[in-house]
């Protein structure tokens, strides 16, 4: 029995073992069979696996690459910046050594002015000395005369008592004759009568003798008096001769005298003005000097900065055209990479200005400007009438002058007025406070980032972008939904703050230029509006679909302008292209408090087709108008200051547009006046001639008494300052 069950133990064993046997080599066939199906797989896996590492690696090796080139492309940002700024400086230098040349072109002039003084002054002073001789040679000439005039009359009133005694004598020889023909007829008739008496005839012949004795002394006496009458007849004859020579040479030493007396008063006249303008000239070389002295300097370091920033251009250039060769051969492997428009124009999804606004009912002018001082008179802000009136015309006539500037001192009211006045008008309102560093157009509109592939967009671009009534559909096949933001139909004014505490020019300039050429365009024509048109800059991926913005009639910018140290001077390009507005500081303070929550604000959007109506486009009263721009020219250019086409055309749109009250256009043009004319004329000398017709001008033709005041204390200077 033990056998069997050790027998049947062994059986079971060995079926065991056989089993396990049998499933082991089934095991391992499987798994042989299995091994062989799977090593083709198993090869693709790690040549799979092999080829992702590959990839892997270029994958990373492109993105060093990218990483590479958008550090390139920074760089060769950078680098274009610097090229700009340096450029920029370049510029500014050669701008100041020009200046320097003419100032010192203009020291020569004066100097050899100075010099021909110098030289006519002793000859003037020799002149003079002659003339004082002649005046004195001719006192001695007049004294003598007035001596020999005495000596004269002197000899005619003795002539005249001789000529007396002469007519005397004549009478009594006469006389003594009469008697002398009557004796000898006694005698005669005595002898005849034959007198007997011898006494009688003795007594006669001794009468006789005496009377013949007598009658010899008369005849003797007469000769001589004779002889005299014909010696003072001569002398007579003589002096009657020479008294007319006499009185001739009189009138020319009197004539000759009065002549050196004006000559003598007009040559020291002369000398004076000579002498005032040889002080004048010498008190302007001594400032010349000193300002060549500073030039010079400024000249030799900006000679020596010009030379340092020279090798900086050039080595700029250079690192440039390596970047520029990098960027071409990474640009081809970054295209693929660009991001979508959506994501460059990103910031342009969401609007900037108020969408929801309800358009008013349409309202006139009067009653606008009406609600605009209500506001301000409720949030006890005081501005004159006059003052509100120059502002508002200044708005309408934007695309003549498509800038209005306010500018005074700091806290008289340039940045609320602008404010106040869109929330009473229902204008949409936008502040852009001006940063000291802005020096390209991008601070104002924008640039695109390459490293993040997308538009860093302005708040003012944004803005523009909503208010473009012409290329919607361009926005609209780039973002999605666009035209919802479109408020084209509406106004809005853009506020400038404190623009010149960076140069205007360096990031407004070319923005100026498109808004000016916006009125030379026809709305219509895709191609005439394009050189008023902002073309943004939004990559390689947009470089041919890129949205252009067209900023019309519907936008008016304002410019604030602190008068301080700490800000810059605008250049005539800006000025002619700008209304300018004085705020000047308060003469008295109230005990008012400004208050901030006006109830008196629109709580509806002024559509644009009212505001529009409200423009015109001619004066009433052209012909007045050009009779005074007539008179004003000529004056200007006596002062060697013209104005164009482009201020006369400025100002027939400021006064078309003013608000109809009395006087209306005579304000305007005082305005104009000021804002535009007057600006030209600082630092002129106030001695011109050009200066009194101005004068007279504003005096009966604008009749501004204001104006015709401020404008007389300006000329009390020796150059032309204005304030007021």
Known sequence: MEELIYSFTFQILLFISFAISGAFLFTFSWWTYKKEKLLPSISEINNAREEFEEKKFEIEKLNLKINEYNKIKAHKTELEIQKNNLETKINELIERTVEFENKSMELSKISYELDKLQTELPILRKEKDECQKLISQSAFLQEDLKQKSESMRKLESELELTQSKFNTLKIDYQNHKDKTEFLEKNISALKEENSSSEKKQAILNVENENLLQQIERLKTELEDLGDKFIQYSEKVSQLEGRLPELQKTESQFIQSIDSKKSLLDEIEKNLKKIEDDFNDKNRIIKDFKGELNLLKNEK?????????????????????????????????????????????????????????????????????????????????????????????????????????????????????????????????????????????????????????????????????????????????????????????????????????????????????????????????????????????????????????????????????????????????????????????????????????????????????????????????????????????????????????????????????????????????????????????????????????????????????????????????????????
């Not at 251009?313 to 390596?322: C, F, M, T, V």
């Not at 009211?413 to 157009?441: C, T």
């Not at 104005?643 to 027939?652: D, E």
Request: include cysteine.
């Open 300 to 724: 030799s370091s900006a000679e020596r900065e010009i030379e340092i920033l020279k090798n900086s251009k050039d080595d700029l250039k250079k690192s440039i055209d390596q970047l520029t060769k990098q960027l071409e051969v990474l640009s081809q492997d970054t295209n693929q990479l660009e991001a979508k428009p959506e994501k460059i124009l990103a910031d342009f999804s969401s609007p900037v200005l108020n969408t929801n606004w309800a358009l008013r009912q349409a309202v006139n002018e009067e009653d606008a400007l009406d609600q605009v001082k209500s506001a301000l008179k409720h949030s006890n802000l005081k501005f004159e009438e006059r003052q509100i009136h120059a502002f508002h015309t200044a708005l309408k006539s934007n695309m003549t002058s498509p800038l209005c500037i306010l500018a005074g001192i700091s806290g008289v009211g340039k940045s609320i007025l602008p404010r106040k006045y869109a929330e009473a008008m229902g204008i949409h309102f936008l502040n852009l406070p001006v940063q000291p560093r802005w020096d390209s157009p991008q601070d104002l509109i924008g640039f695109y980032n390459y490293l993040e592939k997308r538009y860093k967009a302005t708040e003012l671009i944004r803005a523009l972008a909503q208010m473009d009534p012409l290329n919607a559909s361009t926005w609209n096949g780039l973002i999605p939904g666009f035209e919802k933001q479109n408020i084209s139909n509406q106004m809005l004014l853009v506020l400038i703050d404190e623009m010149n505490i960076a140069r205007v020019e360096y990031y407004f300039s070319e923005f100026l230029s498109r808004l000016e050429m916006r009125r030379e365009t026809t709305s219509n024509n895709v191609e005439s509006r394009k050189a008023a048109e902002l073309i943004l800059e939004l990559g390689p991926s947009l470089k041919d679909k890129a949205p252009r913005i067209f900023v019309g009639s519907n936008v008016m910018f304002v410019g604030t302008m602190n008068e301080d140290e700490s800000t810059l001077t605008l250049s005539d390009k800006v000025l002619d292209r700008s209304c300018l507005l004085k705020f000047t500081p308060p003469e008295k303070f109230s005990n008012q408090i400004l208050n901030s929550h006006s109830e008196s604000s629109s709580s509806s959007a002024l559509p644009k087709s009212v505001w529009e109506s409200w423009t015109r486009k001619n004066p009433q009263d052209k012909k007045t108008i050009n009779e005074c721009l007539n008179g004003v020219q000529k004056a200007m250019e006596q002062l060697g200051k013209p104005f164009g086409h482009r201020v006369r055309n400025a100002i027939y749109d400021y006064v078309a547009n003013y608000p109809k009250i009395d006087n209306g256009e005579k304000y305007a043009l005082a305005d104009q006046f000021e804002m535009r004319l007057i600006p030209k004329l600082r630092g002129l000398e106030t001695r011109q001639e050009g200066f009194e017709s101005l004068k007279d001008i504003i005096e009966h033709k604008l009749e501004d008494e204001n104006l015709y005041k401020s404008f007389e204390q300006a000329l009390d200077r020796d150059y032309f300052v204005w304030k007021r």
